[in-house]
């Protein structure tokens, strides 16, 4: 569905859009003095504008504002941030805003158009810029780009929020010690959770401290935490190579006693079966860990819904299921379900 043809009403709606970017290039041109004046706050009222993008970005801000800002975020739970487009109604809503947050390092790659036109009239923050760059990884695949998946490491993403704290403190800056104070409080729970993968993850037995899973979003979480990520991406049954690549995994999963993967739906069932019959005729039992949470967290309302529930379900989760010791109901005995029971 997300990769179909651009039909005519799609490209009517990003016409629109053109039309109004252009529209509002402009009008700031026009105006400069008073756009200006805006963008460096303070704000006129409260609650004032804030949108951000994904729901772990949306979090930080949330805890950071309270209750000076009304916020609306653009990518929904479940939705894929590296493919999402701009709505009309999200240009909107960013033309509106006061102050704009996202995650940044080409996670949201098709809103980096709109954002940096939105850029020049108003505060567009991406909230990694925080971070150290020496800390990125820089995997093969990705040609020289950083990896985005920060908010795998809790400790990395504590930085992000001194990037929103910096932010909102220069721009409203009567109320820069509040958001010191929040974010405070946020980041000693980050610390905690940090503390809590840590703690968890060292419970597994050591050689198998082995992430198998289908996604390529889980290289900081691996390193934060002390476990070998594997992807499995291109796990194929089809061709020789394929083969042959399959039997390796199962060699190590063999060898190193992995009792779980994290493989999901986006390698074919028989693969999968593949891998658990090979596992298991070299005498490993293998099953399917459970679902984690890769670039969007779960439905808003839930613990999962927050940053701090996506990352305590991943690591009880896995901690779990590769033979460790953790609580089934995660750090804070929140999660909706026991994890891998
Ligand atoms: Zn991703």
New binding site residues.
Partial sequence: MRVGNATSWQALVYAGLAAILGAMSAASAGCTEQTTARADGPPESYPYKVVTTVGMVTDIVANVTGDKAAIHRLIGSGVD??LYKPTRSDVIALMEADIVFYSGLM?EGKLAGTLEKIGRTKPVVAVTEAIDRAYLLAPPDLEGHPD??VWMDPSAWAKCVEAVVDALAKWDAANAEFYRANARAYIKQLEALHAYGKKAIATIPEQSRLLVTS???FNYFGRAFGLQVMGVQGLSTESEAGLQDLNRLVDVIATRNVKAVFVETSVPAKNIRALIEGARSRGQEVVIGGELF??AMGEPGTYEGTYIGMIDHNITTVTRALGGEAPSRGLHGKLSRPAFE
Avoid: G, K, R, T
Wanted: charged share 20%; no cysteine.
């Fill in positions: 941030p590296h996670l985005p998946h996604h390529d979003a890769s670039d």
